[in-house]
């Protein structure tokens, strides 16, 4: 798990996540990018208070935090063709792992 912005940034250049799950009762919201059908990113907010981002977040390079109130950050997110969009959560984490049955490629084919 890594929680330092500057290591998520490495970690999600020209990546294409897609909101994956949210959940209204834990306010948690996961976004996922799947690489060759096997490596998986997932980056989990919680508590979220506001979710002003696409269905689909396609080059991404950088995530900026900034202090929305005492216990929540606002995360914009800039995409290599200019578009921002932000998540306002107490947190957000960067979860990475090999899963070689996982194919969920044509998912992510459009954002070309």
């Known amino acids: 798990m890594i929680k330092d912005i500057s290591e998520i940034n490495n970690i999600i250049q020209n990546k294409k996540f897609r ?9 948690t919201l996961l976004l996922r990018a799947i690489e060759d059908n096997k490596v998986i990113t ?9 979710i002003d981002i696409p ?6 390079i950088s995530i900026e ?3 929305h ?3 929540h950050w606002k995360h914009t997110f800039t995409q290599n063709d200019g578009f921002k969009y ?7 984490s960067c979860y990475f792992f090999e899963s070689a049955d996982y194919s969920l490629a044509p998912y992510f084919e459009h954002c070309i």
């Open 69 to 71: 109130d005492q216990y």
């Open 19 to 27: 909101l994956w799950k949210y959940s209204v009762s834990h306010r």
């Open 65 to 67: 935090a900034d202090q």
């Open 55 to 60: 269905t689909d977040l396609c080059g991404l």
């Open 86 to 92: 932000s998540i306002i959560s107490a947190s957000v």
């Open 42 to 50: 997932d980056l989990l907010f919680t508590d979220v208070l506001k």
